[in-house]
């Protein structure tokens, strides 16, 4: 988004609306979630913590 199109403003509504609008879904993602859901959601923040933790290319080693 270029922000030199949208003034202060209207920068801060479109933040305010969008953070309305991620707010508002939680009860619509709780309600829904599935136990496959959280384990995917589980492996995907696994894998960034060990990337994260371990920055290097581990097939380097093998």
Request: charged letters at 30%; hydrophobic letters at 45%; aromatic letters at 8%.
């Amino acid at each position: 988004m270029n922000t030199e199109v949208l003034d202060k403003s209207t920068l801060k509504e479109i933040f305010e609306m969008r953070l309305a609008l991620e707010i508002g879904m939680v009860d619509f993602v709780i309600e829904r979630v599935k136990p496959e859901d959280i384990a995917e959601l589980r492996a995907i923040v696994s894998v960034k913590i060990y990337q994260k933790i371990l920055p290097i290319d581990i097939n380097y080693y093998r």
